[in-house]
């Protein structure tokens, strides 16, 4: 995979990291002490003992736009990405098919991370804690996202947890907040698009996006009305 680090300050595109295996840390990408962004990438069959996908680690800034995690897999925390005395946004990405033996099976976030997920559908994911999300010690900000179908949706004491406008199964408490199937085109097939009649459809927060985020994954407008 790739490391980051030194105080370094990056930007990929259009990358795929995959099948990539650490004896420790950070498979696909690991980012130490320094700022990336990265876009439009896929972070595929990756595998370490903690933050499969992507580790972001001692005070990392990392923001991750319009990216897939699937089929990650941690033996112990993060299967998709792994938050560590860090923080950074991600946006417009796609988690699934995500594992970790313990905590984290897409999202993990330890010791004073600090992250923000936004337009992200997690599903299909799985941890003994946490196949969604698994929070220690941290703070997460969760707008206009999707968790359905993970072992567990969200694990973390609720008051470090900010969600709003999102579908959360079996539900949780915030603004806009519900729990309702989705409804996916073809989950079993791997297509986390929408249906016409989805829920989810207009019942997102339009001040949560910037000026550029008018596109969904797939490229189609995000703006319903």
Request: glycine fraction near 12%; hydrophobic fraction near 40%.
């Amino acid at each position: 995979g790739m490391r980051v680090f030194g105080g370094a300050s990056v930007q990929l595109e259009n990358c795929s990291f995959l099948d990539n295996t650490a004896a420790d840390r950070g498979a696909g990408v690991k980012v130490l002490s320094s700022t990336a962004t990265i876009k439009n990438s896929l972070f595929q069959s990756n595998t370490a003992e903690i933050g499969a996908g992507l580790l972001a680690n001692t005070g990392a800034n990392v923001t991750v736009e319009n990216s897939i995690f699937r089929n990650n897999g941690a033996n112990v925390r993060g299967g998709g990405v792994f938050y560590n005395t860090s923080t950074g946004q991600l946006k417009n990405c796609l988690f699934y098919n995500n594992t970790a033996l313990t905590e984290g099976g897409a999202v993990m976030m330890d010791v004073l991370a600090n992250l923000e997920i936004i337009n992200s559908t997690i599903t299909n994911n799985f941890a003994p804690d946490g196949g969604g999300l698994r929070i220690a010690g941290s703070n997460a900000i969760i707008t206009n996202s999707i968790f359905w179908e993970n072992s567990e949706e969200i694990n973390g004491s609720p008051g470090n947890i900010d969600a709003s406008f999102s579908i959360i199964q079996g539900g949780f408490a915030g603004t806009g907040n519900f729990s309702a199937n989705p409804l996916f085109n073809d989950p079993e097939g791997n297509d986390f698009t929408l249906q016409a009649c989805s829920p989810a459809i207009d019942a997102g927060d339009n001040d949560a996006l910037g000026v550029s985020d008018t596109l969904d994954l797939d490229g189609n407008p995000r703006f319903f009305d």
